[in-house]
Structure formats: structure tokens, C-alpha cells
């Protein structure tokens, strides 16, 4: 087999759900339809989060930075996915298979790290009421959101660099519908045990990290609501994790279960549909989640639009 090193690699092919040809239009209308709403809710979001003087606190901040992160994500992955499910050539440039896969590392490294500062933030506000404006100021929710992008960027530059330095075999095809490291590895014809293993420790570190926080922070809330004396000021302030809480478990049950998953016989024909969930599905839920399990968003959206009915079907 010949082997084709970095400067005489020029593209890839994508194979993609080409072993659902007869599915082909039905995958490109449901994709192009979560596509949509995907970046409309996320716009939205970003949209009230910045007009709205009400919504102008950390929590919002670290939502509209999500929403951000996550019509990026869609951005990187989904419009190739639909032109590559009505073209039967589905091909990917070696620099913009490069360019895809750095932009998934960072995103989904700084969404991780972001989560966890979303917790820490929620922590503050019901455990430490009182030190919350001092503790969450503008200046460290700045910082904050800096140290996840920053975070990201470093390690999304170290991994791709290394992982697109290895010479790849002749036929190209990635068995994927993006430029992700588990097909790409398996078309690298030198020895990566060391990077699989460093790769695997890193997702652990980058997942583990955030968790660890995500955890102890919630342990903390729940043992503040549990004593708060009455009925509506443990409902209240529930309400205001939930919508968080069903977003960190959404993530950690796609993304984190995908990358962590131990390479098996099932794991190759089945990681195209369990990539889906996190590429697509996900970042479509969160600003749904987030509409309808927080009355201030709602208020927001209604204001906005000025249509007192735009959410009436939802119970505030």
C-alpha cells in the first residue's frame, strides 16, 4: 500500500451514511431541520442575553458564551454533513479535515470547562448569596470564559498538530461524517499507541476536571436547598440549576460516553449514530431546555418579540 505523507495528502473521503443510500433525503430534510433550529434557538439565546438588561448577570453570560460555542460546533460539522448527503464524491480537504477536527477539540474541550464554571457559578449564587456580586464580578466571569477558550485552543493546536503529522495509507477513507481522531487513527500507517494514550488520558483530564467541580458543586446546592425553610425557596432556587443540570447530563451521556468509550467490534459501526447525538442533537436541546425550564429566558423571548403568546403553551 502506498503511503502518502503530509505534503502529498491533499483530501480525504468521508464516507458518511452512504450505508443508508436509501435513507439519504429522509437523514438530509431531519438533519437540515435540527440544523435550523439549532442555530435559531442559539441566536435567540445570544440575542436576549445581550439586549435584555435583566438577563445581564453571570449565569446568562456563561449561556450566551454556550449558545456561541455550540452554533460554532454546528457550523464546523453539519453544513458539510448535508452537502456530503445530496453529492455522492464526498471529500474533505487534508487542511480542512485539519481545520474541522481542531475546531471540534476546542469547542468541545472549552464547552466542558465552561459547564463547570456554569456549576461553580450556581454554587456562589445559592450557597454564598451574600459574596456572590464580589465573587462572580463582570472582571472574573471574563476571566473565567477566557481560561475555557484559552484552554481549548492550546490543546486543540497540540492534538491536531500531532495527529496530522503521521503519514496516512492510500485509500483515505474516513469512516466518519466529520474529521474525528478515531477514524483518522485508524488510517495512520506509523505506530500510535502513545498517541491514543495520551489522548485518552487528556480526555479524562478534560472531562474529569469540570465533573469533579459539577459534582461537588451540586452536593453543596442540594445540602443548601434541603435546609432552606420553606416549599417555594427550595423550588426557586432548584429551578434556577435545573435547566443546567439537564444540559451537564445531555452532554456528559454523548460526548463524554463517545470519548470514553473503549475501542470494541460494535464500537466502529456504531460511532457514526452515537456522534450524531452530541453533533446534532445536543447543541438543538440546549436552548430549547433552556427556554422552557427558565421563566426569566421566556419573559425575555416574549419581550423581544412582543408577542405575549410566543410561549403560552409553556407554563411559566
Known amino acids: ?120 457559578d450556581r ?63 485508524d488510517l495512520a500507517c506509523s505506530e500510535t499507541s502513545l498517541f491514543r494514550l495520551l489522548f485518552f488520558m487528556a480526555t479524562v483530564v478534560i472531562i474529569l476536571i469540570p465533573f469533579v467541580l459539577i459534582a461537588a458543586s451540586y452536593i453543596q446546592i442540594t445540602h443548601t436547598i434541603l435546609q432552606m425553610p420553606s416549599a417555594e425557596g427550595r423550588h426557586k432556587a432548584f429551578s434556577t440549576c435545573a435547566a443546567h443540570l439537564v444540559v451537564v447530563t445531555l452532554f456528559y451521556c454523548t460526548a463524554g460516553l463517545v470519548h470514553l468509550k473503549p475501542k470494541s467490534s460494535l464500537w466502529a459501526s456504531n460511532r457514526k449514530v452515537m456522534a450524531l447525538s452530541y453533533t446534532v442533537v445536543t447543541p438543538m436541546l440546549n436552548p430549547i431546555i433552556y427556554s422552557l425550564r427558565n421563566t426569566e429566558v421566556k419573559l425575555a423571548l416574549r419581550k423581544a418579540f412582543g408577542r405575549r403568546q410566543f410561549f403560552s403553551m409553556v407554563p411559566l
Open 1 to 120: 500500500t502506498k503511503v502518502l505523507g503530509l505534503r502529498n495528502q491533499t483530501y480525504f473521503t468521508l464516507q458518511g451514511f452512504s450505508h443508508l443510500a436509501a435513507l439519504q433525503v429522509f437523514l438530509f430534510m431531519g438533519i437540515l431541520l435540527m440544523f435550523l433550529i439549532t442555530m435559531t434557538g442559539n441566536f435567540l439565546i445570544i440575542v436576549v442575553a445581550t439586549t435584555d438588561l435583566t438577563l445581564h448577570t453571570p449565569m446568562y453570560y456563561f449561556l450566551k458564551n454556550l449558545a456561541f460555542m455550540e452554533i460554532c460546533f454546528t457550523l464546523g460539522i453539519v453544513p458539510k454533513m448535508l452537502v456530503d448527503l445530496v453529492l455522492e464524491r464526498k471529500v474533505i480537504s487534508f487542511t480542512a479535515c485539519a481545520l474541522q477536527f481542531s475546531l471540534v477539540i476546542l469547542l468541545l474541550t472549552s464547552e466542558c470547562f465552561l459547564l463547570g464554571a456554569m456549576a461553580y
Open 123 to 185: 454554587y456562589l449564587a445559592i450557597c454564598h448569596p451574600l459574596h456572590y456580586a464580589v465573587r462572580m464580578s463582570r472582571r472574573v466571569c471574563f476571566h473565567m470564559v477566557v481560561t475555557c477558550w484559552v484552554t481549548g485552543v492550546l490543546i486543540s493546536i497540540g492534538l491536531t498538530s500531532w495527529l496530522f503529522s503521521f503519514p496516512f495509507c492510500g485509500s483515505k477513507e474516513v469512516e466518519h461524517f466529520f474529521c474525528d481522531m478515531a477514524p483518522l487513527l
